[in-house]
């Protein structure tokens, strides 16, 4: 158990619609990271969050946006999605020294 | 921009064989190596991490990493095999810890 918890563990949702994806991370951990897996691009990084702030941007879409809240808790909101957004998206923690803990991942059906 | 190439996107060894996942970085600027390990249906694990300390990193579960400038390298070694390495590994790169760059993944089998 990495200590990192990402709701919902499934998804099933359709085109065009919107979903939120929750990461708790690590206790203490001030550093969430998110990432999408998928067969094709393998996993590529989304978004940094540090104790709230912003850090640094990847290949996130416009359609998604996330934020880290005050008590460090972090959600991850894609919108109008499309059939290629199917994913499993991770979120990690860590002290803020890069990605250490990762959860066990959501995956996102869009039919 | 860094990248990092893994070679080879299956590698089959043999209990108590030696393990080697092959992996080359490309960065303008001295990098941040990690090496990640993901078991089925699980988030991935960290396995060892090089920050321009020592060139030979140790990890968990025996792996080691060895950084080579020259040869833009840091592949992944473990002496001898057990069935629970079976999984897939990802070399990644960094120039700022806040934006790693993955590999493609090494898919590790081992044959009893």
């Known amino acids: 158990d990495s200590g990192v918890t990402q709701t919902p563990k499934h998804l099933i949702t359709a085109t065009g619609q919107r979903v939120t994806l929750r990461c708790s991370p690590r206790?203490?951990?001030?550093?969430v990271y998110w990432y999408q897996q998928s067969l094709d691009q393998g996993l590529q990084f989304l978004i940094h969050y540090y104790n709230g702030e912003e850090r640094a941007k990847g290949n996130i879409l416009e359609r998604f946006s996330a934020q880290q809240f005050p008590d460090l808790h972090s959600e991850l909101n894609l919108s109008s999605l499309e059939l290629g957004d199917s994913a499993l998206y991770f979120c990690?923690?860590?002290?803020?020294?890069?990605?250490?803990?990762f959860g066990e991942g959501s995956r996102l059906t869009v039919l | 921009a860094q990248s990092v190439t893994q070679l080879g996107s299956h590698v089959s060894v043999s209990e108590g064989a030696l393990v080697l996942l092959r992996c080359n970085y490309s960065?303008?600027?001295?990098?941040?190596l990690f090496w990640y390990v993901q078991y089925p249906n699980q988030g991935l694990q960290l396995l060892l991490k090089?920050?321009?300390?020592?060139?030979l990193v140790k990890g968990i579960n025996g792996f080691e990493a060895e950084f080579k400038k020259s040869e833009t390298s840091f592949h992944l070694t473990k002496p001898s095999a057990h069935m629970s390495d079976a999984a897939e590994y990802f070399c990644?790169?960094?120039?700022?810890?806040?934006?790693?760059?993955f590999g493609k993944g090494t898919r590790l089998h081992i044959l009893p």
């Open positions: 990644a790169v960094s120039v700022r810890d806040d934006k790693i760059i």
């Open positions: 090089y920050t321009s300390a020592a060139t």
């Open positions: 960065s303008s600027v001295p990098p941040y």
């Open positions: 990690a923690s860590s002290v803020g020294e890069g990605p250490v803990f």
């Open positions: 206790s203490g951990d001030l550093s």
